[in-house]
């Protein structure tokens, strides 16, 4: 069983099950959300059967819990919990939950293969075929990320500009952030990435943006309700990585979907501008042809 770690003060967490919590719920229910609630290190990570035990309940009345909080069963619903558990941790706390790795490399391929297939259930495809189709209709699109999930801002501002639309990333912080904000319209899409702990920048900008009239796309794994509440659209991404710091593969494999998706939608408008693109690199050699034995 893992240890229960001392965790900082999560109102997300009681918030959220308030959410989900039925009018009515029977006594044994009530000890299991007693349990998440006051232990979400050993819910987050813990199996059935041990929730079963610190409840005092059996493992059927586990997996009915999670079921009457709107899941399919414990592990659907444990995968919530931790991301939003993990978001109010410090990173050495983050490294300390997820102690020590024999295997660290190793260890990582394989939570980051997990992250795919959590990522390919539920209604991720339809979330990201509805975000596409706000970047077609944008008159351009600002994609705003702080820190490393930056990364994935470019590459996704990179692909969509390839495929014929108008995009940027945003990357500055406060005063890059308040800029594009300036000149935001009903017209633009903004695409806000923001996963683990949110970034205060992001989370403003999906606001102002709201506000403004632009349509938003967040792209996280902890459900904020101020973030639900203005995305137009919202797609959920599985982040965690077995070390400080958060994984960025599902991330990335979400907004490669999304602008997949985009280039499907005018075809010939993304043949067209990766043709100009592909001339413009060969007029400027930017690729090397060493011939490769």
């Known amino acids: 069983m893992l240890p ?4 900082s003060t999560n109102p997300d967490l009681q918030s959220w099950l308030n959410e989900r919590r039925p009018e009515r719920v029977g006594r044994k229910t ?4 007693s349990v998440v609630a006051s232990q ?3 819910a987050s990570y813990g199996t059935v059967q041990e929730i079963a035990v610190l409840a005092s309940v059996n493992i059927a009345t586990v997996t009915r819990t999670a079921q009457a909080l709107g899941f399919g069963g414990w592990s659907e619903f444990q995968r919530d919990l931790r991301a939003i558990y993990l978001s109010h941790l410090s990173a ?3 490294a300390q939950q997820h102690g020590s790795l024999g295997r660290p490399a190793a260890g990582s391929l394989q939570q980051d293969r997990e992250n795919l297939v959590l990522l390919g259930r539920g209604d991720g495809a339809t979330n990201m075929q509805a975000a596409a189709a706000l970047l077609a209709r944008a008159r351009r699109t600002w994609v705003v990320a702080e820190g490393s999930f930056a990364a994935v801002a470019l590459a996704m ?3 969509t500009r390839l495929a014929g639309y108008e995009a940027e990333a945003v990357l500055e912080g406060g005063v890059g952030i ?3 904000l300036a000149q935001t319209t009903k017209d633009d899409t903004v695409v806000v990435i923001s996963l683990w702990r949110l970034y205060q920048g992001s989370v403003h900008a999906a606001k102002e943006s709201r506000k403004r009239g632009a349509k938003v796309v967040v792209v996280t794994d902890v459900v904020s309700p101020v973030l639900r509440d203005v995305a137009d659209v919202l797609v959920t991404v599985p982040a965690e990585g077995v070390a400080f710091f958060p994984s960025l593969t599902g991330s990335i494999a979400a907004v490669q979907a999304i602008v997949s ?4 939608l005018d075809a010939e408008r993304t043949r067209a501008s990766v043709q100009a693109a592909e001339d413009e690199w060969r007029e400027f050699s930017l690729l090397h042809h060493e011939i490769r034995h």
């Open 261 to 264: 998706e985009l280039a499907a």
């Open 4 to 7: 229960l770690m001392p965790s």
């Open 30 to 33: 009530a000890a299991v959300l």
């Open 157 to 159: 501002a990179h692909n």
């Open 178 to 180: 308040a800029n594009r």
């Open 92 to 94: 050495p706390e983050v």
């Open 40 to 42: 979400p290190a050993r």
